[in-house]
């Protein structure tokens, strides 16, 4: 069974402050997503990664694919009271979609 | 574009019933999906239609499920004989072939369904 471990589950945080979401597998992906969830809502993209050891950034987040494509993370920096929702990976093998359980971030003012 | 459309936002049913949901994708998607997702979890995929055939479907979803796309453009989910667990949000999304060979995902705002 293929699975996708994210951590923290949870993070409260103040605004300003830098943080890092992972999401980690023992199997290997073609592709990996990001989104980000608001309560009642649906996920909203964020980027998606396909090359091993690729990096994007989208203003102050930064996605990194591990080398091996089976791990990724997400890097907020200064993080915003805007930030805040349920953030999902969720990797592609084959036909295969598997979502993790998502990161619940908390940023205060 | 107005992005992908879900109706009815809520539901609310009593143990029994049957529901039906339907889901309109962006136009030029081709892929469809349906996902399920309970509080505090990932959505937990469902079925996936590219344009009309249906090519795969979770083991979550039983026999009560099913699921059509019969023009290859918008699609329903229906949930017969509902139970209590049948409860969650129940998110729909297309996508098309990008031009690094894979399917983004653009989600729909969801139906929530309440089973009493």
């Known amino acids: 069974t293929q699975l996708l471990e994210q951590s923290p589950q949870f993070l409260s945080i103040q605004e300003g402050e830098n943080l890092t979401v992972y999401c980690n597998s023992s199997?290997?992906?073609?592709?990996l997503q990001w989104y980000r969830q608001e309560p009642g809502e649906g996920p909203v993209l964020l980027v998606t990664v396909v090359t091993g050891g690729e990096v994007k950034k989208l203003k102050r987040l930064t996605f990194q694919f591990g080398d091996a494509r089976k791990d990724s993370s997400l890097h907020i920096t200064a993080a915003q009271p805007g930030d805040t929702g349920l953030y999902l990976c969720?990797?592609?093998?084959?036909?295969?979609?598997?979502f993790g359980k998502g990161t619940t971030l908390s940023v205060s003012s | 574009d107005t992005g992908v459309s879900q109706n009815p936002r809520h539901k609310i049913t009593k143990r029994g019933q049957n529901v039906t949901f339907r889901c309109d994708p962006i136009s030029e998607h081709n892929r469809l999906y349906w996902y399920r997702q309970t509080l505090g979890q990932g959505p937990e995929f469902l079925t996936y239609f590219q344009n009309e055939a249906q090519l795969e479907k979770s083991r979550l979803l039983s026999d009560r499920f099913s699921a059509e796309r019969p023009k290859g453009s918008f699609s329903t989910l229906e949930i017969q004989r509902t139970e209590q667990g049948d409860s969650a949000m129940y998110l729909c999304?297309?996508?098309?072939?990008?031009?690094?060979?894979?399917?983004?995902?653009?989600f729909g705002p969801g139906t929530r369904l309440t089973v009493t």
């Open positions: 969720e990797g592609q093998a084959g036909t295969a979609l598997i």
């Open positions: 999304a297309s996508s098309q072939r990008g031009d690094r060979g894979t399917y983004e995902q653009y």
């Open positions: 199997s290997v992906f073609s592709s």
